[in-house]
């Protein structure tokens, strides 16, 4: 692993000519570090921005109590470096988000990765200039650069969306979102402390912060299915194994529908007997992590199996919560199971048996608005001296609509994107050459392991710039047929999923005024990579190829 050493751009002052190079990177998550590294090991010349003070994206900034991966570190982890996947040891199957800065912190380092990011420096505008083939990026203070490539690494979860609560403003207590949580840590005891929101963040602060909380009050809309995590410490022995073997978990990881290693079943429901039934779940439940979702191979599509395997998770809620009328308030109705995402907790049930802990059903009460005290629902007043936000993200689109990125002719992502998202492969759009997207809105990123997705678009990113180098060529973007044709596939196959009947950030429904409807690619991650290598077979054959321009062809010789 010997890094290519190319001199790292100065930033061109407000005014001044803009700085040039090879490739603009937007993002330091896990698609915009690999970014970095790989156009480096390509001897590309590149200028990296992230907004956040330093590398981690998501786990940069969600440093909330309680948080951590939900998928097997181990998966969870690049492919990319053998001698990374050697030197880090994982201590715990599903990893604690101080962990994984560290993780973060130890790529970077080690890859000596930081300076080419410019840090607490948000990008505004990116333009295309089709005369001299590149873009114009420009920052939030003004500064500009060029670059014939622009690789958009922001990320499906990187914009926290805006609670529509009125009143926040007047609150006196402390108030805080999940998603900008304080570098320092939060003392909750003796505190009254709101929650809202209990997806998958709500849910890991819930039984963190119940346990610390004086009293906690959770205010839940909709109820979300979870399953035990189940989580371990891995064993000095076990992760040496795993070192040994690590080829073949990639092997595995690539070949899966998810991007990871889990259980998984083609058994249709309905095939085996009730008792058989029953066995398999309970196995599962044993088993911990998202073995539910692996049990059969129709859950998604099969409303009455899905319907089934709900029933058995609500069955669980009564087993462990002992206020009967908490435990029917806490089972999700209405919505098939799995088609908001499966959370993972360790003890949430059983957190609203301690007796400091009250869940504030939002749907026969809701909220009206924020006081100076603290929350008013339909029925009182609670007050709070800690109010959390865990109410989620403008998903999937939401960071690259934050800019305004100009196409050729002026044509904006806003305009392209009105009534919903589209692009090729969620990495590509039409009518925006060399402009790409890692973890795109139409690939699988919201159904699949973020890391293996990192690494398959970056790969194809830098094959298809090589292609261009290689072959005299200016320009790449899909063509709108080739476009076209991908948004029927990602529709054809999004039709039967049952994940349209939740209102979900996967369908768009969690943020006011935005267009609706699944535009993941839910045929799987191995499906989507066959697509990828398809795309660019034949010479990029479905692309708009241009020439390179004289002064281009001059700046790459
Ligand atoms: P989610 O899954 O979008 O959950 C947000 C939660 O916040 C959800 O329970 C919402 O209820 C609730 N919410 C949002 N706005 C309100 C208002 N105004 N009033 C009451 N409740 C509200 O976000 P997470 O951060 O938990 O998880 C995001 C992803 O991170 C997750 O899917 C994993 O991939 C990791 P609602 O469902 O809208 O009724």
Known sequence: MTAVRSPSPQPAASGAEPTRVDVVIVGGGFGGMYAVYKFRELGMSLQAFEAGGDLGGVWYWNRYPGARVDLPSIDYSYSFSREIEQEWTWSEQFAAQPELLRYIDFVATRLDLR?????????????????RQLWQVTTESGEVYEAPYCIMATGPLSVPKKPEIDGLERFQGRLLHAARWPHEPVDFTGKRVGVIGTGSTGIQIVQEVGRQAGELFVFQRTPSFTMPMRNVPLEPAYMAEVKRHYAGIREVARNSPIGGARPQSTRAFFTVTPAQRQELLEDAWKHGGLAMLGTFGDLMINEEANEHVA??????????????????????QGYPIFARRPCLDTGYYETFNLPNVHLMDCLTDPIVEATEKGLRTASGETELDILILATGYDGLT????????????????????????????????????????TTGPNGPAALANIIRMSENDVDWIAQAILHLRANGLGSIEPSIDTEDRWMDLVHAL??????????TWWVGANVEGKPRGLTQFVGGFMKYREHCAAAAANGYAGHVLQPAREQVREKAA
């Open 115 to 131: 300076r080419h990011y410019r840090f607490n420096t948000r990008i505004n505008q990116a333009v295309w200039d089709e005369a």
């Open 494 to 503: 999004a039709k039967p999923s049952l994940i349209n009947k939740a209102k």
């Open 398 to 437: 939401g960071a690259l609509l934050a800019f305004d990125v100009q196409g050729r002719d002026g044509q904006t992502v806003q305009d392209k994107w009105k009534d919903g998202p589209r692009s090729h492969l969620g990495i590509m759009l039409a009518g925006f050459p060399n402009l790409f997207m």
């Open 311 to 332: 029933e058995f998770v609500r069955g669980k809620i009564d087993d462990v919560v002992q206020d009967p009328d908490t435990a029917r308030r806490l089972k999700p």
